[in-house]
């Protein structure tokens, strides 16, 4: 669904397509795509959905606005948590080794040379398997490249080299810049 003021959603309840209540918005984010620009939002998991579906993690669930069926008083959505899940439950590669989704979300994401990037909040599945990772990108990064502060950029998993208590990539903030400049015309 095309959502036109992402701000309009924060504090709304969300239910599955399914009708169970799941949540409310929390937090939006601007997503990276620019032939159809959307966003991301952070659903708050209430007791039922949080311990059923995420073994109690407090972490944010990430959504993007095609996910949304309808937005009114509450915000209803085209997925079932079942669907939601498949991909919260993944792992992906991390340098030689894979890590859980679930632990990623929400870890500070470092270039090559410890320069801080912003912070892994959300992701892209295609063809059943996650083929981006948004990067919310740190408030002086947008200030200086000129963004909003609540801008997400896309980064392949296999960027990764390190994920522990951070995660680190095998580029620098430089490349980035004009990685992120090539592709997604910012």
């Given amino acids: 669904m095309k959502i036109w003021n992402s701000n309009e959603l924060i504090g709304k309840e969300v239910f599955d397509a399914t009708g169970n209540a799941i949540g409310w918005v929390d937090k939006t984010w601007n997503s990276w795509n620019e032939d159809y620009p959307g966003y991301f939002f952070g659903i708050k998991m209430n007791d039922f959905a949080r311990n059923t579906y995420f073994r109690g993690a407090n972490k944010l669930f990430p959504v993007y606005n095609d996910y949304i069926r309808t937005v009114g008083n ?3 959505l085209t997925k079932t948590m079942d669907d ?3 991909y919260w439950n993944k792992t992906i590669p991390c340098g030689p080794t894979t890590c ?3 632990e990623l979300i929400e870890m500070t994401v470092y270039d090559k040379f410890h320069s801080r990037v912003g912070t892994f909040t959300t992701w892209v599945e ?3 398997q996650i083929s981006n990772l948004g990067i919310l990108l740190d408030p ?3 200030e200086t490249w000129h963004l909003p502060y609540n801008t997400t950029f896309p980064i392949e998993p296999t960027h990764i080299t390190t994920a522990k208590n951070t995660i680190t990539l095998d580029q620098a903030l430089h490349e980035l810049k004009e ?8």
């Fill in 179 to 186: 990685y992120w400049q090539k592709t997604r015309k910012y």
């Fill in 126 to 128: 295609s063809n059943g």
């Fill in 140 to 142: 002086y990064i947008c």
């Fill in 74 to 76: 509450t915000v209803t």
């Fill in 84 to 86: 939601l899940t498949r």
């Fill in 100 to 102: 859980p989704v679930e």
